[in-house]
């Protein structure tokens, strides 16, 4: 029987390290690593700039001395506005420099919408009708922006940009997702599929895996409790609100579709990383404790 070539890793932010600025006081990487190799991950994503050691060979030795690969870290850009690119290309370039000095050469750069920065976004995330998005013309000026980081990357350290829709940013639901690849080149820019997040935005994450398959090169396991989005739009919650309230919960609780998604990437012979993702900020759980649980349900998913 050959074996499958998907490794499962996890990220920070299942620790409360998490771009935005929210409340309480996130742990240090070290404990974030041990917690990560104890519990049964093969890798993790780099987290916010300066969490992780910012030193190539810090950084490395602090992996190795885990058993734990490096494969991806989050660059946020505000890429509907044209005067942002040239900083998120300087930005996405001192990430990946990081990480191909330390050894990691085939890690992502993980390109996102600054996500959270968009009053009208950040209010209605879970909610978003089209009238809340792009026009044509900063729809070309945002697949420009998010190509122009990508090239750059490729072009000075030869490593790959993946872009993640989000919600509370410019790309959350499905349709909006359809765009952004339509308009976008294959080969330059791929796609970071996260399942919560398209399940929060009202899209189908199976649908979405089988429509976009061929660009994906990195996947993102997070789970969506409808019963939270429920009272979230009964309640108007922000994008914070709803996350600090559980909106991604535990692997299997929610309704994403794991089984058949695993199914349908074992049958196309996806053969990256999959990563965790839930974000137990401070004060909601044990970061810990989830992580084994997260691990353990995909273990019984034969992965």
Request: glycine letters at 10%; a negative charge; proline letters at 4%.
């Amino acid at each position: 029987m050959k074996k499958q070539n998907i490794q499962i890793a996890n990220a920070p932010c299942s620790w409360g390290v998490l771009e935005f600025d929210l409340k309480g006081e996130a742990v240090g990487f070290e404990l974030v690593l041990n917690e990560m190799q104890e519990t049964g991950y093969a890798g993790t994503e780099l987290g916010d700039w300066g969490f992780m050691p910012t030193d190539p060979k810090e950084l490395a030795d602090s992996l190795s001395q885990r058993n734990l690969e490096l494969l991806a870290a989050f660059v946020p850009v505000a890429l509907a506005q044209e005067k942002t690119h040239d900083e998120g290309i300087e930005k996405a370039l001192k990430v990946a420099g990081l990480m191909h000095s330390a050894g990691y050469k085939n890690a992502f750069i993980v390109l996102a919408d600054d996500n959270g920065s968009v009053p009208e976004r950040t209010k209605n995330a879970g909610r978003i009708i089209p009238e809340m998005g792009l026009d044509d013309d900063s729809w070309k000026i945002y697949a420009f922006g998010a190509e122009k980081v990508a090239k750059a990357v490729k072009d000075k350290y030869g490593m790959r940009t993946v872009f993640h829709h989000h919600c509370g940013g410019y790309v959350e639901t499905a349709q909006e997702l359809d765009i952004l690849m339509k308009l976008t080149e294959p080969s330059l820019l791929g796609l970071c599929l996260d399942m919560g997040h398209l399940a929060f935005g009202g899209g189908d994450p199976v649908a979405a895996l089988q429509k976009h398959y061929d660009r994906i090169w990195h996947v993102h396991f997070k789970d969506y409790d409808p019963k939270v989005g429920e009272v979230s739009r009964e309640n108007q919650w922000d994008y914070f609100e709803s996350v600090s309230q559980g909106v991604f919960c535990e692997l299997g609780k929610g309704n994403v579709d794991f089984p058949q998604i695993t199914s349908e990437l074992k049958k196309r012979g996806y053969h990256g990383w999959i990563v965790v993702e839930q974000d137990v900020l401070p004060g909601m759980g044990s970061p810990k404790n989830c992580a084994r649980n997260n691990r353990n349900y995909i273990k019984s998913l034969g992965l």
